[in-house]
């Protein structure tokens, strides 16, 4: 279910050439839906209400088009069908009890993926997850840190399947820096509080001008003009910020940097297990990867061979010592870069992950 349409139409580009079919179904901000939008929302808003009042928490709070979704999905003649979120947690548990197979991917741990809040219906999630993992044909998630701590949680382990990139699409790496320094890049589909960006702001004030940074995300509200207040005033010339770009785009764009920074911010728990789409693309592109102590981010550090550098998240002096070093030292940053594709390659590719992707769909029973 997409949103709107030219979402619908860069979903379509996605798949165009490719041998399954896409199929959009109607979202909650398309024009014609607005009536039935409202009703939702406020019924949604009763729900975390009532949830936040007396701690009852209900299905209601995952929305009203959970409800949708379902009645397209049982529309559909498939062999499988995956939930990828709380909301369709909901919908593959129903699909269940009419006797129709579904899988789950835990692109996030969806049950921990919000701090606690009175109205956050995570118990309801919760059980939706055992429920579905405990009849789901297969399950995976993003990290092998995040599959333990579900198969503790829950009772099964979800297969790991790293959120890669295929090596047929990776660019030509940037060349060694200029005059002027490396390039380093943060990328993500918004700016927005709580992502590491105040923690990089921090760090550039024990930083000489020795680089420059890229900052590729559409602002949250007024988001940008709070961030380059904080920015130190050296910096200023040498912080770059542009929006968002087209999925087909990301992987060039990340090749023109030599660094990449992964700054995640440890909570909530789903978002430090998880390892993000960026340290990927970072890895496929060449760039070495300065990035917070997050359990998954480590779990890459482990064979990274020094390609990717941990620092704690409330350490900015940490994360500054590493781009003064990469900064200054070229035979270093090269090593770094280097180790990172092959890493990529050897490691973090579709080439690996799509086939054993594939084998979890060749062990379903008929």
């Given amino acids: 279910m997409n949103t709107l349409?030219?979402?619908v139409e860069e979903d379509r580009e996605?798949?165009?050439?490719?041998?399954?079919?896409?199929?959009?179904?109607?979202?909650?901000?398309?024009?014609?839906?607005?009536?039935?939008?409202?009703?939702?929302?406020?019924?949604?808003?009763?729900?975390?209400?009532?949830?936040?009042r007396t701690g009852i928490q209900t299905a209601a709070q995952l929305g009203g088009w959970r409800k949708d979704l379902l009645r397209e999905a049982l529309t559909?003649?498939?062999d499988l069908t995956v939930a990828h979120s709380a909301a369709t947690l909901w919908v593959a548990r129903e699909m269940m009890k009419r006797g129709r197979k579904v899988a789950v991917d835990f692109e996030d741990w969806f049950s921990r993926e919000h701090e606690k809040a009175p109205w956050n219906p995570?118990?309801?999630v919760a059980r939706l997850e055992k429920e579905v993992l405990a009849g789901a044909s297969h399950a995976t998630?993003?990290?092998?840190?995040?599959?333990?701590?579900?198969?503790?949680?829950?009772?099964?382990?979800?297969?790991?399947?790293?959120?890669?990139?295929?090596?047929a699409d990776a660019p030509q790496p940037a060349p060694e820096p200029g005059p002027k320094?490396?390039?380093?890049m943060w990328i993500s589909q918004a700016l927005g509080?709580?992502?590491?960006?105040?923690?990089?702001?921090?760090?550039?004030?024990?930083?000489?001008?020795?680089?420059?940074?890229?900052?590729?995300?559409?602002?949250?509200?007024?988001?940008?003009e709070e961030l380059g207040r904080k920015i130190p005033q050296a910096w200023k010339d040498r912080v770059r910020f542009q929006g968002q770009v087209k999925d087909r785009e990301v992987l060039a764009l990340v090749a023109q940097h030599h660094i990449g920074l992964a700054?995640?911010?440890?909570?909530?728990?789903s978002r430090s297990l998880t390892i993000t789409n960026k340290m990927f693309q970072y890895l496929l592109g060449g760039l070495a990867v300065a990035a917070t102590a997050t359990s998954g981010q480590e779990e890459v550090e482990k064979v990274a061979a020094g390609a990717v550098v941990t620092f704690p998240p409330e350490d900015p002096a940490g994360l500054a010592r590493i781009l003064t070093k990469w900064a200054t030292d070229g035979r270093a940053l090269q090593l770094a870069r280097s180790k990172a594709r092959k890493l990529a390659e050897q490691n973090y590719c579709w080439e690996n992950e799509g086939k054993k992707l594939l084998r979890l769909f060749e062990r379903q029973p008929r």
Avoid at 159 to 165: A, E, G, H
Avoid at 193 to 219: I, M, Q, W
């Fill in 5 to 7: 349409p030219h979402l």
């Fill in 76 to 78: 559909k003649k498939t």
């Fill in 14 to 52: 996605l798949v165009r050439g490719r041998k399954w079919k896409y199929t959009a179904a109607q979202g909650p901000l398309n024009p014609e839906n607005r009536g039935k939008a409202f009703r939702y929302r406020l019924s949604r808003r009763i729900a975390n209400e009532l949830a936040a």
């Fill in 193 to 224: 509080p709580g992502r590491g960006l105040e923690l990089l702001a921090d760090a550039l004030s024990y930083c000489k001008p020795t680089f420059h940074v890229t900052l590729v995300g559409n602002s949250q509200g007024n988001y940008q």
């Fill in 141 to 167: 998630c993003t990290s092998q840190v995040m599959a333990e701590a579900i198969g503790r949680a829950h009772g099964r382990k979800p297969d790991v399947i790293y959120n890669v990139f295929p090596l």
């Fill in 263 to 269: 700054l995640e911010m440890g909570k909530p728990e």
């Fill in 122 to 124: 995570d118990k309801v």
């Fill in 181 to 184: 320094g490396p390039k380093v």
